[in-house]
């Protein structure tokens, strides 16, 4: 990004602090029968009240019309490019589910499927096996293929028919094809090298996928092999301490966002359950850090089931908890969302993110609810989620003047 | 910047005439105990009036939460991308006492110091020695050092301990390091030729300070030697008539503005010392121009004196003198700021500035006073400051449509 030239030479330290309070798929769409949406039916009153002290505005996640998924959409809250910084889904898979990644390491999604004796795929998910089933046969192949080659092999359950491999040591590469034929009744593709540099990894996943076939070939199951998927390394990315000279903590629940916080070099609280729990941290926490980032995922969840009141309740528990860091003497404040995830549309959505930054160094503009369409008419206007960061770091005073 | 691909292809000339004014640090943030800006606070009917007869909006400097100094701003307001044309401090610091830069020429930025046997820098500023002082070290030095090697030596006076000093000639680079320690109690830093080109200058440099030094031990003064900063040339960059087909006139009183304002092709008008002179003059010159840059400095040094009335009272002068133009038959007239400077903060800031443009060939919106949340609810919207010229260009009906 433009901004980035010129940040290293205008950065500076100072003792303020800076708070980044994120509602996962915040943004919704009126309900049919209302008109209204989650955050204009939900009562939230300190939401609200932060609305009218600060500067309001919508956020574009990634660009206009493009929905994010949360890798990007965090990064880009982050302050990072997301196109230019794009994490392979291998990557997410096994920071979703809490696997640690050294920056050799090579992560995988796989898929349990079945093929028949001609190696035609019959079915892409193995009849959907359970979870439980899909634990016994990592735990059965983890056993057995601890390595291949001086290469660690580490296998973990997603979920159903998923998991996630990751392969750790020396001269890894993801530059290979995959295996998986997109398409039931077509057979198994041949995995390519792609760039003589992945020469070593192609004969490490060969035999990684011959010694499963043979040990799946033996147990009565319909996972008969592994699709891989999204073979990726995690990107080098430049940490907060570097990149904005901030120490920073990650207050999240779930492994993904603890995982891409881990990835920009925040400092990752773990064993937290519930919000209460996150709010409390923060609390704790408070003096040990220059920048907090602060996930609060009900939004998200109770948006993708298609939920409307669950949403409205998780805004509401979020308005209640908030009102408890009121005390905490931030210089820079920042609440919004990833992303919208309307219930409407049980998905993610590209649709701008409400935000409201309250800082005794910026406006209170007129609106004075924490809306989508009050915030559209806020005095940030409507701009890029890239840009939040360098809201937070202009407010808190932390970027010297350029040039003269 | 993207639209400068196409710039040549569709700007044409007219006769229709463009005026800028732009208030130097405009913008500002509220009093913390009125909760209104110097602008919200400040009498200014003509103001509002001109922006409830035009479409209002508010610019982004550089981008968001970045500071920018007068130069980059203003290179900004220009319609060049402030990024990539950056102009050396060197540069800055001679243009900013009216210095001419030649497009050769090596511009630096020097600092009388105090140096002790061992020539370690016992002070950085020479016990800050009056500007008195420093006027007759200069006339010394530049009687004594014309010219080294054949570069022609131009050494002026800044304030206090600073001066500029400007090299004249061919083959000069401004590749080297710096002698400055940054710290008191370290020696003189060697300066070190950063490439091959910049050899002969290296040796021009050397003999400078070689003779200074001879020359201030003869004399009692806490001036020993000369902190060499900023080693800069001025940026190649197409001057107004080039890129916009436009005869341009800079009506400013400050040396930094009208350099600049040369550095694009401007002519300058020299000898305004009070702002009705400048006001008066562009009557006079109205019809000798295409394009006319009005500059306001009291906004600015009230601001950064943190002198929240004076910046009131600033813009109350401007607001009365303004009215003289209001007769002018302009085509297209922005008022507007480089970037804000909030009496709160006494210094430049990263805000939003305030613009309002009005032409027979634009849009009245309902915002009905010229002020920073008021601009925010425009039509303009919150927009690059590098739009500001396109906007007039396209407003006085100087570009041509692209494509068919």
Chains 1, 2 share one sequence.
Not at 354 to 379: H, K, L, Q, W, Y
Request: charged share 25%; glycine share 8%.
């Amino acid at each position: 990004m433009y901004i980035e030239k010129i940040l290293p030479d205008i950065i500076r330290k100072n003792e303020k602090k800076i708070l980044l309070m994120v509602l996962d798929g915040l943004g919704g769409l009126p309900d049919i029968s209302t008109g209204k949406t989650e955050l204009e039916t939900a009562i939230i009153p300190n939401l609200n009240n932060f609305a009218k002290r600060g500067s309001c505005g919508l956020t574009i996640p990634i660009a206009a019309g493009i929905t994010p998924g949360s890798g990007p959409a965090h990064l880009a809250l982050f302050g990072y490019d997301p196109v230019e910084y794009q994490i392979g889904r291998g990557v997410l898979e096994a920071l979703g589910i809490g696997m640690k990644l050294g920056k050799e390491d090579l992560a995988i999604r796989g898929n349990f499927a079945t093929i028949d004796e001609k190696r035609v795929v019959t079915d892409r998910r193995a009849g959907r096996i359970s979870t439980e089933e899909n634990a016994k046969l990592v735990s059965m192949l983890q056993a057995e293929i601890p390595e291949i080659k001086g290469i660690r092999c580490t296998i973990r359950t997603v979920k159903e028919h998923r998991l996630a491999i990751v392969f750790s040591g020396n001269g890894l590469s993801p530059e290979l094809s995959e295996n998986d034929p997109e398409k039931e009744g077509l057979p198994l593709r041949k995995i390519e090298v792609l760039k003589p540099e992945a020469d070593f990894t192609g004969q490490v996943i060969a035999e990684f996928l011959t010694r499963v076939e043979a040990l799946l070939a033996k147990i009565d199951s319909k996972a008969k092999t592994i699709l891989l998927r999204g073979f990726s390394r995690q990107p080098e990315i430049p940490g907060f301490e570097e990149k904005y000279k901030l120490k920073a903590a990650c207050i999240a629940s779930y492994p993904m966002y603890k995982g891409l916080s881990r990835l920009v070099g925040m400092d990752v609280i773990e064993n937290l359950s519930s919000f209460e729990e996150q709010v409390n941290t923060l609390l704790k926490l408070y003096d040990r850090y220059d920048f907090f980032f602060v996930h609060y995922k009900k939004t998200d969840s109770s948006g993708e089931d298609g939920n409307f009141r669950k949403k409205v309740f998780a805004l509401e528990e979020f308005d209640r908890l908030f009102e408890k860091i009121s005390n905490l003497q931030f210089e820079a404040v920042a609440v919004t969302g990833d992303h919208s995830t309307p219930s409407l549309l049980k998905s993610h959505s590209w649709h701008p993110v409400p935000i409201a930054i309250v800082s005794p160094n910026m406006f209170s503009d007129d609106v004075d609810r924490f809306t989508e369409r009050s915030c559209a008419r806020g005095m940030l206007g409507i701009f890029p989620a890239t840009n939040v960061m360098y809201l937070l770091l202009g407010a808190s005073l932390k970027l010297n003047k350029f040039g003269a």
